[in-house]
């Protein structure tokens, strides 16, 4: 687990680094956004492919369209979710 950034930094959790690098590194996804969850959450990271179709990588979860291609929320605490993805986790418990 990763200590959080603050939202205004753009740096990728020490933790996901070398995943994020390597979906980077192929040809068929590029990474859109990612949070290690901090604890608190599930970790996820936002990823698109080459037809322009958007996932969260761990749950292979298709994502709806976001606006400006904001898929996280932030809860009061300051910690950042997708809240499709816990709707998902809630449903199957």
Not at 66 to 88: C, L, N, P, V
Request: charged content about 30%; hydrophobic content about 25%.
């Amino acid at each position: 687990m990763c200590d959080k950034l603050p939202y205004e930094n753009p740096r990728i959790d020490t933790c996901l680094r070398k995943i994020v690098d390597e979906i980077n590194n192929g040809e068929k996804f590029h990474t859109v956004a990612s949070c290690c969850g901090h604890g608190k959450y599930p970790a996820t990271i936002v990823i698109r492919d080459i037809n322009g179709y958007i996932y969260e990588y761990y749950s292979r979860q298709l994502l709806d369209k976001a606006k400006k291609h904001r898929y996280y929320r932030k809860d009061k605490q300051g910690y950042y979710y997708i809240s499709q993805i816990m709707k998902e986790i809630d449903k199957n418990g």
